[in-house]
């Protein structure tokens, strides 16, 4: 009686606990954090079952954290696959207006006849359209401003398009999240991780770094849709952590535009010189793009653990209290 000791827990639901200890008596003490020593009262005994719950709860979440970012871990191994993308999008997107370059060629000789502010608008509703969960097109309209306006006047287009587009998406999630089940949408860890954190005081740095990472425009819309994300650091970190990746591929549309004129022309040296050109300018934008996508990751990665860590911590404070 009198003797200090911790709930009953058996000791293989901490497996990172200190081994129990034998006491000269005959009793085993078993080491746990200070916050959960209980005294062998009659008094503490509802005492001490409602700290076991509260110990056991704490274990599970750190075994579940455990194997939440190991899960991680192992899809970063596979993230060269999210690296290449943009460079396989533009690839394809060559691909395809060789293919179809009589077709193409009046699709963009009619868009050229408009109106530029009508054109404008078409591109303002088209990205609106794909900043909606399972639509896809963003890097297109990105290469194809690029391609349309210029880089100035494109890059412009694509930074009020885009921004426009998330707002409209965010405000209707929010409207809608209590009547769809937009919650099913997100399948990726990461994306869990982050819908879970968003609400604390790192919400700027983990919307900004998530932007620079490449998970789906679309996915990332809903994440911060559904969340508790203060709508300034939202915003903020949106338009900030979307402008690396948008200037290089308005850059790389704005490039086809020149190779195009380059192919127009029928001096066979100098379109040779343009194909290299152009050749090296995507390759130097691809590389740039998996430097910032790799530091975006890791950032995004301690942004995320710094914020669960300082949750734990919270919570011990509290149960100390």
């Avoid at 509260?54 to 690296?83: C, E, G, P």
């Avoid at 943009?86 to 395809?96: A, K, R």
């Avoid at 088209?126 to 963003?138: A, D, R």
């Avoid at 709508?231 to 190779?259: D, E, F």
Wanted: hydrophobic share 50%.
């Amino acid at each position: 009686k009198g003797s200090e000791y911790l709930s009953s827990c058996d000791h293989h639901r901490y497996p990172l606990a200190p081994p129990p200890i034998q006491a000269p008596s005959g009793k085993t003490i078993l080491t746990r954090p200070t916050s959960l020593v209980l005294k062998d009262t009659a008094v503490g005994k509802s005492e001490r079952v409602v700290n076991e719950k509260v110990a056991n709860s704490i274990a599970m979440r750190s075994d579940n954290r455990f194997y939440r970012w190991q899960r991680i871990a192992l899809s970063h191994r596979k993230s060269m696959f999210n690296y290449l993308l943009p460079l396989c999008l533009l690839m394809g997107v060559l691909v395809l207006i060789y293919s179809f370059r009589d077709t193409a060629k009046h699709a963009l000789f009619w868009v050229e006849m408009q109106n530029e502010w009508i054109i404008f608008v078409i591109f303002l509703c088209m990205f609106t359209i794909v900043s909606f969960p399972v639509t896809v097109g963003y890097l297109v309209l990105i290469i194809a401003s690029g391609y349309l306006f210029g880089f100035l006047r494109g890059l412009l287009t694509v930074v009020i398009g885009a921004n426009l587009g998330v707002a409209i998406a965010h405000n209707t999630l929010k409207l809608m999240q209590s009547k769809l089940p937009v919650h099913k949408l997100i399948k990726n860890e990461t994306g869990r991780a982050i819908l879970r954190v968003i609400s604390g005081p790192r919400a700027f740095k983990i919307v900004l770094f998530a932007r620079l990472t490449p998970i789906p425009f679309g996915l990332q819309n809903t994440i911060f849709g559904i969340s508790a994300v203060n709508t300034r650091s939202y915003h903020a970190g949106t338009l900030l952590g979307l402008l690396p990746a948008q200037t290089i591929n308005v850059y790389l549309g704005s490039k086809l535009r020149s190779i195009h004129e380059v192919l127009n022309d029928h001096n066979a040296a100098l379109g040779l010189a343009g194909y290299g050109v152009f050749v090296v300018e995507v390759i130097v934008g691809a590389a740039l793009m998996v430097w910032v996508i790799q530091k975006a990751r890791m950032e995004l990665s301690a942004a995320l653990l710094a914020t669960e860590a300082d949750s734990d911590e919270k919570i011990l404070i509290e149960i100390e209290a």
